[in-house]
């Protein structure tokens, strides 16, 4: 997992806009008296993005039902994920959200806006403390993270007015 930070200074507005997936994301701010947006934190999880196979899983061996069995297999999980590249983005998430926390603890942001398709954005608010939830002022379920510059600013520009 990487990520970078650049300082959250007086020259942007102070909400904060999580454009995520579940392999990578970055935080943007307003330019203050200027057009745009200013990539202040950005994250990676380059095991999301690898292939199970890759990362060491081995697909599952066959099993079959008896005859007149109702069960298919014993190897059949919860419904739960619990590969590498499922733990990779829960770590994403959780490293997101708590950097999310630290910006709004320390008083740099007074709000945030989740961008994430719907399962990851409730992976990050999930991981968010209770008292700081209220601070999500917004989520928009879709992934943008690979629109052009210019298109994610202008979905930035209609989130911020309510589009």
Known sequence: MRSTTTTIDEGHARRLFVVANGSHGRAYAK???????????????????????????????RAFAAAGASARSAMERDGKDDGPKEHARRDLAHHIADDMTAALRAGKADSLVLVAPASFAAAIRDHLPGDLRQALVGEEHHDLTGLAAADLFSRLDALRHGS
């Open 31 to 61: 330019r203050l008296g200027e057009s745009g947006y200013d990539a202040l934190l950005a994250w990676d999880a380059p095991d999301a993005r690898r292939k199970d196979a890759d990362q060491g899983e081995d697909r599952p061996g």
